[in-house]
């Protein structure tokens, strides 16, 4: 049976308008509201514990001699930021606002259009998909996305990349449609565009599509996001296959046991990609409670390793890196000799 999937979804012009703006272009004394919080692990938390949360505002109090760090008053109280921090906290002006909603409409605004337009900004959600190779990844693309698609220009590569824009339940989807990969180690193309992809562009949430007939093979690709520390949710594809073969798997303990939430879909047919969406906007907003960091325990031996590596790595001059880089990853990287990693 085909979904209609045409009355949950609104398709957006493929060139679309964005502004990003971080906490380091405010000028002293300037206003703004936080729209979204980047970064990862023990980062991301200390920040939001310090009051550094969406919908937030936020004034520029002064800055130090050189520029760093900054002094901000958020919540009544000020704090300092590094602009290595400050740089993974995005906000939105009231300049900004007005700027963007002229775009869209000539006449008056109402006294609270500047926290609405923050709102809604804060509700844009920037998906990364990857997964293997004739995992169905492109089939849940193209049915969430309702076919409107282009191939992303990125400078450098031979690798192709498909974008596209859509709203869903008033969420806007930017979502990328990766190269397969059946892992994210630095052996070809694919996979160093793959890493690069969301070492640099911080997606909100990764999607990994899994061939639901292979799960053990596909899961080695999950291992290594897990190790990454960002967060995923998985699309267990092709789940009417898996059935057929008499397999039967329990994903709800699965997602518990490894700290992801499992989505079973059928691409071709268009099922389960609203669960998958939904899915999505729970991670986004920190309200799933399958999600918790774990680490994948390679034995003893690997393990000291692995400890031992972190140790140097955890150090001054790496502390900006690991806002948005796990030291776990690149410990794992380093004792593979992974020379990109390596030259990081």
């Keep these: 049976m085909e979904i209609n999937l045409s009355e949950k979804r609104i398709t957006l012009p493929i060139e679309i308008t964005t502004i990003n703006m971080s906490l380091l272009n405010l000028t002293q004394g300037e206003k703004a509201i936080i729209t979204k919080v980047k970064g990862r692990g023990a980062f991301r ?5 310090m009051g550094f949360l969406v919908g937030k505002e936020i004034t520029v109090v002064k800055k130090a001699p050189l520029g760093d760090p900054v002094e901000y008053n958020i919540m009544g109280y000020n704090v300092s ?6 740089g993974l906290i995005e906000i939105i002006t009231e300049a900004d606002a007005i700027n963007l909603k002229e775009s869209e409409y000539h006449g008056t605004f109402s006294s609270d259009f500047f926290r609405q337009t923050a709102e809604e900004k804060g ?8 997964g293997n190779p004739n995992s169905g990844k492109t089939t849940i ?8 698609e282009r191939v992303g220009n990125y400078s450098g590569v031979t690798v192709d990349a498909k974008e596209a824009h ?25 996979e160093l ?37 960002i967060k995923v949710v998985v699309a267990l594809n092709m789940y009417d296959e898996m059935q057929k073969n008499g397999d039967r798997l329990d994903e709800k303990q699965l997602g518990k046991l490894i700290g992801i939430p499992f989505v079973p879909t059928i691409g071709s047919r268009g099922k389960g990609i609203n669960e998958l969406l939904e899915k999505i906007i729970e991670v986004y907003e920190d309200k799933d409670k399958t999600v918790r960091h774990i680490h994948i325990n390679y034995g003893n031996a690997i393990e000291k390793g692995i400890s031992a590596v972190q140790e140097k790595i955890r150090i001054p001059e790496n502390r900006d890196m690991l806002h948005t880089l796990s030291s776990r990853f690149l410990s794992i990287k380093l004792l593979e000799k992974d020379a990109q990693i390596k030259s990081k």
């Design 193 to 229: 565009f793959v890493r690069d992809f969301i070492f640099e562009k911080l997606p909100d949430v990764v999607v990994n599509v899994i061939d639901s007939s292979n799960i053990e093979r596909n899961l080695y690709l999950t291992t290594q996001l897990i190790d990454m520390d």
């Design 123 to 130: 509700k844009t959600i920037n998906v990364a998909l990857v």
């Design 45 to 49: 938390k200390r920040i939001m514990e």
């Design 166 to 190: 859509f709203k869903h339940n008033g969420f806007t989807f930017n979502v990328t449609d990766l190269p397969g990969t059946y892992s994210i180690s630095a052996y070809s193309p694919e």
């Design 81 to 86: 930021l590094r602009n290595s921090e400050a």
């Design 141 to 148: 693309f193209n049915f969430a996305s309702g076919s409107r």
